[in-house]
C-alpha cells in the first residue's frame, strides 16, 4: 500500500463523488485519515465505508459551504476527531453555462461565492491547524477553463481564473510558515454528473464511450479524463514529492492548454 501519507489528516470538500470522491479514495490508500463533506449524507457515507472496509479511518461531515457556521463546525470535528489538520482539498464547487447577457444576477453570485468565497472561507479556518503542525498543504480545484477561457461559460471561467489567483497570492502569504497552496486545472472528467445528466444543460445522459466520440476527440490525447487521474494530481502536490512547488497551477487536461 502507498504511505505517501502516513499519518497525515485530510480534509476534503465535497468528497462524495466524482474528483473529491477518487481524492479521497487515493489519499485513504496513501496512509491519510480523510474527512469528506458534502450535501448528500448517503452518498458520503457510503465513501467512508467503502475507506473503513479497506482499514482506513473516514469521517462524513454533512456540510453547506455558504454557510460559515457549517464550515466552522467540519474544521473543528475534524481535527478534534483525527487530532489536527495536515492538508485541504478545496474540489467543492458548481459548474454554471450562460454569456454575459445570458447569465443571471443569481447564477453569477452563486458561481463566484461557491467557487471563490468558500475556498478562501475553508482555507481561512484551516490555516490555523496547518500552522500548528509546523506546515502543510491546501490544494484548490479549479479548471483549465481559469487558465484559457471558453464560449458559454462566463461566470465559470471568471470563478476559475480567480481561484487561481488566490491560489497564487495566498502561496506567497504562507509560503515562509512551510505552508504549500497549489491549484489543479482539470479538464473534461467524466464525473458522475455527465452520467447523470450529460456534460451541458439539457444535455441528456451520456456514456463514457459518448463522451470520449463527443468531447475527447477534439482533446490532444483524443478522451476525457477518469477521476482516478485527476486524483493523482491532487495527491501529488499534497505530498512529499511536491514539497519545494507552491503557487502553481497544474493543468491536468489532456493538452487542451498547450494549443
Excluded at 78 to 94: K, M, R
Excluded at 223 to 238: G, N
Aim: glycine share 12%; net charge negative.
Amino acid at each position: 500500500m502507498n504511505q505517501t501519507l502516513h499519518n497525515k489528516v485530510a480534509l476534503i470538500t465535497g468528497g462524495t463523488s466524482g474528483i473529491g470522491r477518487a481524492t479521497a479514495l487515493l489519499f485513504a490508500q496513501a496512509g491519510a485519515k480523510v474527512a469528506i463533506t458534502g450535501r448528500r449524507a448517503p452518498l458520503g457515507e457510503q465513501v467512508a465505508a467503502e475507506i473503513a472496509a479497506t482499514g482506513g479511518q473516514a469521517l462524513f461531515l454533512a456540510c453547506d459551504h455558504r454557510a460559515l457556521s457549517d464550515c466552522q463546525q467540519v474544521v473543528e470535528t475534524t481535527a478534534q476527531v483525527f487530532g489536527g489538520i495536515d492538508i485541504l482539498f478545496n474540489n467543492a464547487g458548481i459548474v454554471t453555462s450562460g454569456t454575459a447577457e445570458s447569465t443571471s444576477e443569481e447564477t453569477w453570485h452563486t458561481t463566484l461565492d461557491l467557487n471563490v468565497t468558500t475556498v478562501w472561507r475553508m482555507s481561512r479556518l484551516v490555516l490555523p491547524h496547518l500552522r500548528a503542525r509546523g506546515g502543510g498543504a491546501i490544494v484548490n480545484n479549479a479548471s483549465d477553463w481559469g487558465l484559457v477561457g471558453a464560449a458559454n461559460a462566463l461566470a465559470y471561467c471568471t470563478s476559475k481564473g480567480a481561484l487561481i489567483q488566490l491560489t497564487r497570492a495566498m502561496a506567497l502569504d504562507h509560503a515562509h510558515e512551510n505552508i504549500r497552496i497549489n491549484a489543479v486545472c482539470p479538464g473534461d472528467t467524466f464525473v458522475e454528473r455527465w452520467a447523470e445528466k450529460g456534460y451541458g444543460s439539457g444535455e441528456g445522459a451520456l456514456t463514457l464511450e459518448q463522451a470520449n466520440a463527443t468531447y475527447g476527440r477534439e482533446l490532444p490525447l483524443g478522451r476525457v479524463a477518469h477521476p482516478e487521474e485527476i486524483a493523482q494530481a491532487v495527491l501529488f502536490l499534497a505530498s512529499p514529492a511536491a514539497s519545494y512547488i507552491t503557487g502553481s497551477a497544474l493543468a491536468v487536461d489532456g493538452g487542451n492548454t498547450a494549443r
